[in-house]
């Protein structure tokens, strides 16, 4: 199972919003509405941001929102903060009942 | 709260052992599917395999990568998640989280996360 394909980097200003894509196949990303989205700040664990494509959990700014078409998925984080640079990645169940990620995007707010 | 604290990591040679833990608490642990995600140095995430909850079978699931090598498994009565690691290889170096997985009609996501411990394989 190949990891989804995320950019490497991101970067926008305070206030803007970004998108980060996520490119799978039918076999993960376009066959199901189970793609999650996780941040992760240096030296830290990973968090939840948003599941099933589009759920975010309780806590979770409402500036976060994800999406999906066809075998890609995006988060978008509106509003830029200084709080949310980091590093993202996607994960989406797959047809051999795995798990895979994406590579990660590190996001930079300039 | 839910917690998850692994614990065992450390340096092993390569063709060695290590067996890592994972104690919860905050949740009912016997009803949780649960996966390991290993972070190499500088690198993304990686999803190393699940166990599921007894009442789904308790059956486990692996990457590719470690199939074979690793073994997932669980003891109810005190709580805790296993990963027995074998034959490790030099690319096993990383930090391993363990992981709760919401799964079936809820979607397929990891809602809590352990700090990780660090394997270290190196000669």
């Known amino acids: 199972q190949s990891a989804l394909t995320q950019p490497a980097s991101v970067s926008g200003s305070p206030g803007q919003s970004i998108t980060i894509s996520c490119t799978g196949t039918?076999?993960?990303?376009?066959?199901?509405?189970?793609v999650s989205w996780y941040q992760q700040h240096p030296g830290k664990a990973p968090k939840l941001m948003i599941y099933?494509?589009?759920n975010r959990p309780s806590g979770v700014s409402n500036r976060f929102s994800g999406s999906k078409s066809g075998n890609t998925a995006s988060l978008t984080i509106s509003g830029l903060q200084a709080e949310d640079e980091a590093d993202y990645y996607c994960?989406?169940?797959?047809?051999?009942?795995?798990?895979?990620f994406g590579g990660g995007t590190k996001l930079t707010v300039l | 709260e839910v917690q998850l604290v692994e614990s065992g990591g450390g340096l092993v040679k390569p063709g060695g052992s290590l067996r890592l833990s994972c104690a919860a608490s905050?949740?009912?642990?016997?009803?949780?599917?649960m996966s390991w995600v290993r972070q190499a140095p500088g690198k993304g995430l990686e999803w190393v395999g699940r166990?599921?909850?007894?009442?789904?079978?308790?059956?486990?699931d692996y990457a590719a990568p470690v199939k074979g090598r690793f073994t997932i498994s669980r003891d109810d009565s005190k709580n805790t998640l296993y990963l027995q690691m074998n034959s490790l290889k030099t690319e096993d170096t990383a930090v391993y989280y363990c992981?709760?997985?919401?799964?079936?009609?809820?979607?397929?996501?990891?809602?809590?996360w352990g700090q990780g411990t660090l394997v270290t394989v190196s000669s």
């Open positions: 992981t709760t997985e919401v799964t079936g009609g809820s979607g397929y996501y990891f809602d809590y």
């Open positions: 905050g949740f009912t642990f016997s009803n949780a599917w």
């Open positions: 166990i599921k909850s007894k009442t789904d079978g308790g059956t486990t």
């Open positions: 039918s076999s993960d990303v376009g066959g199901y509405n189970y």
């Open positions: 099933d494509v589009s």
């Open positions: 994960s989406s169940y797959t047809s051999s009942s795995t798990q895979v």
